[in-house]
């Protein structure tokens, strides 16, 4: 059986999806792409991206264009399907994978033998099975490689995502990538369509391993940031400068200490570490705690501000950076913006946002009187209080006397040095 590759099909035009998409495209590929979001799939058709990513916007446009990635809501027959849909937690941290059945039940009717289906999103362990199964029941005419692994009419893998948000073009080639299949064969089938665009390393296993990896580089990252938020909570009790002592720290051969922050927002860290807890609880306590102590670093900064806006009368707060994370736009699950949704709803004192990477506040915050949006030099002059939430360059640079006779509360150390 060979696969050939004329025709990749991306369900979901995400932060992944999309990029996956034009990056393929651009290797002469022809890409359907898919997405059952109707504003989505209207922009993406004009060749414009609704992804704030260095360079997206170029390859997409040139992919459009060319022909070679053509942009549908309803999903078409391809050699190849990669899924790359969301997969939240619901209300009890328990992992949500509607969307990944939603997903293979749009192309269940449509798989054809020697069709290859690769799932990349992040997965609870056995996720790749469970898709197996699903369309061994939704399509019992086809051999699926869970009862035929040699011979299959279908070959099905997981390879996770693992690219960097602000960096994901570079990482998508350069990364090493980790391939699960159902079976052998699958692995094999999954790796020689990944080489066709990865320069590192494509990395063979079982899918409940390339599953279970996925989900423990982000644990892995939860668990070290609330380590370093640990401890600057610690520091702030017994008066220690934390970004010295990291810093200090740090210099040992064997000692690499993360960055505390107002906390861990993202889609990806603060969600991933609960599917490894909901599959194995009473032997997750590491990954609980660091969870929850991380969780609870916007609480100790709400605080924090609270404490300092009782020293004035008219106290105003120049909040800087709402994303969740340094130079991107991306406001998801971010603790910023938790942190300034909380203080404004408190009817306490006067708020004033600078975010360089948004034009207008976000919904929860616009339609409250006490907060604008606006630019740093306007806030550094109102502010009595300044509060740093997001390292973006724009910050970085502001010089040390803009901040005399201010309370400055810094949770990421943007001004560590001054
Ligand atoms: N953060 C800290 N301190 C640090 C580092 C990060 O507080 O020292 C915070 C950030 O401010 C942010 C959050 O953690 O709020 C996450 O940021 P990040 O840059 O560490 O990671 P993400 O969420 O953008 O992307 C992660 C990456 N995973 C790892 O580095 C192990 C990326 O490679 C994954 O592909 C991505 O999750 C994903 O999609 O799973």
Same mark, same amino acid.
């Given at each position: 059986?060979?696969?050939?590759? *004329?025709?990749?099909?991306?369900?979901?035009?995400?932060?992944?999806?999309?990029?996956?998409?034009?990056?393929?495209?651009?290797?002469?590929?022809?890409?359907?792409?898919?997405?059952?979001?109707?504003?989505?799939?209207?922009?993406?058709?004009?060749?414009?991206?609704?992804?704030?990513?260095?360079?997206? =916007?170029?390859?997409?446009?040139?992919?459009?264009?060319?022909?070679?990635?053509?942009?549908?809501?309803?999903?078409?027959?391809?050699?190849?399907?990669?899924?790359?849909?969301?997969?939240?937690?619901?209300?009890?941290?328990?992992?949500?994978?509607?969307?990944?059945?939603?997903?293979?039940?749009?192309?269940?009717?449509?798989?054809?033998?020697?069709?290859?289906?690769?799932?990349?999103?992040?997965?609870?362990?056995?996720?790749?099975?469970?898709?197996?199964?699903?369309?061994?029941?939704?399509?019992?005419?086809?051999?699926?490689?869970?009862?035929? %692994?040699?011979?299959?009419?279908?070959?099905?893998?997981?390879?996770?995502?693992?690219?960097?948000?602000?960096?994901?073009?570079?990482?998508?080639?350069?990364?090493?990538?980790?391939?699960?299949?159902?079976? =052998?064969?699958?692995?094999? %089938?999954?790796?020689?369509?990944? *080489?066709?665009?990865?320069?590192?390393?494509?990395?063979?296993?079982?899918?409940?391993?390339?599953?279970?990896?996925?989900?423990?580089?982000?644990?892995?990252?939860?668990?070290?940031?609330?380590?370093?938020?640990?401890?600057?909570?610690?520091?702030?009790?017994?008066?220690?400068?934390?970004?010295?002592?990291?810093?200090?720290?740090?210099?040992?051969?064997?000692?690499?200490?993360?960055?505390?922050?107002?906390?861990?927002g993202?889609?990806?860290?603060?969600?991933?570490?609960?599917?490894?807890?909901?599959?194995?609880?009473?032997?997750?306590?590491?990954?609980?705690?660091?969870?929850?102590?991380?969780?609870? %670093?916007p =609480?100790?900064?709400?605080?924090?501000?609270?404490?300092?806006?009782?020293?004035?009368?008219?106290?105003?707060?120049?909040?800087?950076g709402l994303s969740f994370?340094?130079?991107?736009?991306?406001l998801r699950e971010s603790a910023a913006l938790k942190i300034v949704h909380?203080?404004?709803?408190?009817?306490?004192?006067?708020?004033?946002?600078?975010e360089?990477?948004?034009?207008?506040?976000p919904?929860g915050l616009?339609?409250?009187?006490?907060?604008?949006?606006?630019?740093?030099?306007?806030?550094?002059?109102?502010?009595?209080?300044?509060?740093?939430l997001?390292?973006?360059?724009?910050?970085?640079?502001?010089?040390? =006397?803009?901040?005399?006779?201010?309370?400055?509360?810094?949770?990421?150390?943007?001004?560590?040095? *001054?």
């Amino acid at each position: 059986m060979s696969i050939n590759y *004329k025709s990749v099909s991306v369900i979901g035009l995400g932060y992944i999806g999309l990029p996956t998409a034009a990056i393929v495209a651009n290797r002469g590929i022809n890409v359907i792409g898919v997405d059952n979001n109707p504003d989505v799939v209207n922009v993406l058709k004009t060749g414009n991206t609704h992804i704030a990513e260095p360079d997206l =916007d170029i390859l997409v446009h040139a992919a459009v264009n060319s022909g070679s990635l053509k942009v549908v809501s309803t999903p078409e027959k391809s050699d190849i399907f990669i899924i790359a849909v969301p997969t939240p937690f619901k209300e009890n941290h328990k992992p949500d994978i509607s969307y990944i059945d939603n997903a293979i039940k749009s192309i269940a009717s449509i798989i054809e033998k020697n069709n290859l289906i690769i799932l990349e999103s992040t997965s609870p362990v056995g996720t790749t099975e469970y898709i197996a199964n699903l369309i061994a029941e939704l399509r019992p005419d086809l051999q699926l490689p869970l009862s035929n %692994k040699e011979n299959a009419d279908v070959n099905i893998a997981y390879c996770p995502e693992r690219v960097l948000p602000g960096k994901i073009l570079q990482e998508l080639v350069e990364n090493d990538r980790i391939i699960g299949g159902i079976s =052998d064969v699958c692995s094999e %089938k999954a790796k020689e369509f990944y *080489k066709i665009f990865v320069k590192g390393n494509c990395i063979i296993t079982n899918s409940r391993t390339a599953e279970m990896t996925k989900l423990t580089e982000n644990a892995f990252r939860d668990v070290n940031i609330a380590f370093a938020n640990e401890l600057s909570i610690i520091c702030d009790e017994i008066d220690i400068n934390v970004w010295e002592l990291i810093n200090l720290a740090n210099r040992h051969p064997r000692v690499s200490i993360l960055q505390p922050g107002p906390g861990v927002g993202g889609h990806c860290i603060a969600v991933d570490p609960w599917f490894i807890i909901d599959a194995a609880p009473k032997q997750s306590k590491l990954l609980r705690v660091s969870r929850e102590v991380n969780d609870s %670093k916007p =609480d100790v900064v709400i605080k924090k501000i609270s404490d300092e806006m009782r020293k004035y009368d008219n106290p105003v707060v120049a909040c800087l950076g709402l994303s969740f994370k340094a130079n991107i736009d991306d406001l998801r699950e971010s603790a910023a913006l938790k942190i300034v949704h909380n203080l404004v709803n408190s009817n306490t004192g006067n708020y004033l946002v600078v975010e360089p990477y948004i034009n207008k506040l976000p919904i929860g915050l616009a339609d409250n009187v006490n907060v604008k949006l606006v630019d740093i030099d306007t806030a550094l002059d109102s502010a009595n209080i300044i509060l740093g939430l997001v390292e973006h360059s724009e910050f970085i640079n502001i010089s040390s =006397d803009r901040l005399l006779n201010k309370s400055v509360v810094d949770t990421k150390g943007i001004w560590k040095t *001054k």
